[in-house]
């Protein structure tokens, strides 16, 4: 009975992204991550920014559509692994 009364939560998929951009991206790119609930995995300053973000793989094209627009196209995309190979 405990069951049938529980919340039932729908379960998304998740992918994580690496990519980098200029520095002076680093706000915009914070704010997306923030508008689309992708969690800031892993954050780099070298002679750019370099990020990792988890997001719901059904926002991922959203994401990808949206940091290639703040950076005009320049984002350097490194990495996406799918939900089933995230540990």
Not at 18 to 36: D, K, P, T
Not at 56 to 73: H, L, P, R, T, Y
């Amino acid at each position: 009975q405990a069951l049938a009364k529980a919340e039932k939560i729908a379960l998304r998929k998740k992918v994580q992204l690496s990519f980098q951009v200029q520095y002076a991206l680093e706000g915009s790119i914070r704010r997306l991550c923030h508008q689309l609930s992708a969690e800031l995995i892993l954050v780099e300053h070298l002679d750019y920014v370099g990020f990792t973000v988890e997001l719901a793989q059904d926002q991922q094209a959203e994401f990808e559509k949206q940091v290639n627009e703040i950076s005009q196209g320049k984002a350097v995309w490194l990495e996406v692994i799918a939900s089933d190979e995230l540990k």
